[in-house]
């Protein structure tokens, strides 16, 4: 059985009739818009997890060195990934900063 719209009629009655095309087009678009906000809010979200496993590898790093080495003075972005390129040695840990995987990068592919 198929669902009535607010209208009281059915899709297939509206598709056949020329008088509900644009109460169609209208919950077209209301599906293209809550697909669009259902696909921000997908994007921001694993956006909020990149940056939070950004955080704890910071953290675990910074531990690390304090417990063996001690860390250096960091004072800008550039420092710092230097600083974990060396420290970081998981191919996934480097890939949430954009670190390549060493022996992958084009010098050593000769």
């Known amino acids: 059985m198929e669902r009535p ?23 077209t678009s ?9 696909l921000a809010a997908r994007a921001s979200q694993s956006e909020r997890r990149r940056d939070t496993r950004r955080k704890i590898l910071i953290s675990g790093a910074v531990l690390a060195a ?11 972005k550039v ?14 840990d480097r890939a949430v900063f954009d670190l390549t995987v060493p022996g992958t990068s084009a010098k050593n592919e000769t």
């Open 30 to 38: 209301a599906r293209l818009r809550a697909e669009k906000i259902r």
């Open 79 to 92: 420092e710092l990934l230097r600083w974990l390129d060396v420290q970081l040695t998981r191919p996934h």
């Open 66 to 76: 304090i417990e063996h080495e001690g860390v250096p003075a960091l004072r800008t």
């Open 5 to 27: 719209f607010r209208t009281g009629r059915t899709m297939r009655s509206c598709l056949n009739s020329r008088g509900c095309s644009t109460g169609f087009e209208r919950l």
